[in-house]
């Protein structure tokens, strides 16, 4: 859910392993945190008990920054929790009636969840 753009500046022109982490305009913080958990959780998980790396290509080095991309389309159907209140409340009644806007849910991790991502 979170577009990720390359930091140049880092790598000299070389490909970078770098990205920041840019938002949505009309995603919430509160889904940005609540992903980043996730983020943390999936890292933590690509090790086994003994410590080794499982197998596959590593993940991105996504930096948190305060990037906000204004050009991405919405994603119709979500819970009204997930896109930013500001965001919505200079939408026209119009707008917002498109989006099909559900009611808020629960953003709590579990206690394991955050115990990964700690």
Known sequence: MSED???WRSTGGKTS???FVVRPV???QEVT???RVMDYVYLARRFT????VTRGSWIR???PSSKVDHTTAPIKGLPINFYDEEWVGSLPPREKRRLKIR???DLTHT???????S
């Open 5 to 7: 753009e390359p930091d």
């Open 17 to 19: 392993r770098d990205y």
């Open 26 to 28: 009309w995603r919430s």
């Open 33 to 35: 945190n609540w992903l």
């Open 49 to 52: 008990a003994d410590g080794r």
């Open 61 to 63: 080095n996504r930096k």
């Open 103 to 105: 009611k808020a849910i």
């Open 111 to 117: 206690k394991e969840m955050i115990r990964y991502a």
